[in-house]
């Protein structure tokens, strides 16, 4: 046993020095992720808590106060369109419970006139503009600003639409694929590989293991964006649906797990932007920079950059 010891101790210490040394140093084994534009500023659904969300509205006015990055979903209608919505299914954004896919575009419901903010418990907003928004719509108004596009359902047609809508309007380098699913984003990566992309759940648990094992450094990674929720907003901004997520020592666990700032600045040091949501005040804007993000996604656009200025002129 003593002699097995002899020659596993040594092994194990040189790999962690060595794990250590290429995790502060990736440039040595890694080539710098070069993307399409950097944000620190991300409105979540258009900045929901200041207009509708999703709407041309809501897109406007983020841009207009600062925005670098807008963050919205995709559903695709009876009749062929893709449309911004956050859900398919329409009771909550609407009041009527019906699919977006069993509709054509012209017999999509209205808004609601006010609308809760689901990452701010008990806080509403309003807006003008209560009419579905076309991605065509938002590409054509704003061919500069970068958009993080989720999609939550395997649907094929979906994918290819989404994907020449981004060819027609020259725009793959700064239209993101976003999805939590590994599937859906396998599918996607096949539909326009020029899209960054990025960590689906199942990758983010596979980034948090090569982590704590030591082998994240000697790994190449595809992605160029990993989004996570910033924990501390669950339970006091966001109440979660998941059961599980409601206890205080479970959110704490994900933390210390996954907010860590040797992993970020890693990540950082290979290119890969880091965004966490969705904070909707100003302690965990200030929380999610400082533990090492660069950028933050959030419901209020211009809470964002009003935090963002004052930040720049200190």
């Known amino acids: 046993m003593a002699s097995y010891l002899y020659y596993l101790l040594p092994a194990v210490g040189g790999y962690a020095l060595t794990s250590l040394y290429f995790l502060k140093n990736p440039h040595i084994l890694h080539k710098k992720k070069q993307t399409a534009f950097y944000c620190s500023h991300i409105s979540h659904r258009g900045g929901c808590g200041e207009r509708i969300e999703n709407t041309m509205e809501a897109f406007t006015h983020a841009v207009e106060v600062g925005t ?8 695709l209608t009876k009749d062929g369109h893709v449309i911004v919505s956050h859900d398919e299914n329409l009771l909550r954004q609407t009041g009527e419970d019906v699919t977006v896919s069993s509709l054509n575009l012209e017999e999509l419901p209205p808004y609601k006139e006010t609308l809760e903010v689901t990452f701010k418990t008990g806080h509403f907003s309003t807006g003008s503009d209560r009419n579905f928004a076309l991605l065509e ?12 596009i989720e999609v939550k359902e395997n649907n094929t047609m979906l994918i290819e639409k989404i994907s020449d809508l981004v060819k027609k309007y020259n725009r793959d380098g700064i239209s993101v694929w976003a999805s939590v699913d590994s ?3 396998k599918n996607c990566r096949k539909a326009n590989s020029s899209m960054p ?28 964006f990993l989004q996570f929720y910033l924990p501390q907003i669950f339970n006091r901004e966001y109440i979660p649906d998941m059961w599980i997520l409601r206890s205080s020592l479970v959110t704490f666990l994900i933390e210390r797990l996954t907010m860590r700032k040797g992993l970020f600045r890693h990540l950082r040091d290979r290119g890969i932007q880091i ?7 100003e302690q965990d804007i200030e929380a999610a920079f400082a533990v090492g993000a660069t950028g933050v996604m959030s419901d209020y656009p211009t809470l964002l950059s009003n935090y963002i200025r004052c930040k720049q002129a200190t």
């Open 137 to 148: 719509d938002v590409f054509r108004k704003f061919p500069h600003i970068a958009v993080n």
């Open 197 to 224: 992309y990025m960590f689906t759940v199942n990758r983010g648990l596979q980034l948090l293991l090569l982590y704590y094992t030591g082998l994240l450094p000697f790994v190449p990674l595809g992605e160029s």
């Open 68 to 75: 670098e990055m807008l963050e919205l979903d995709c559903h």
């Open 183 to 185: 599937t859906i984003m």
């Open 275 to 281: 965004h966490l949501f969705v904070c909707n005040d």
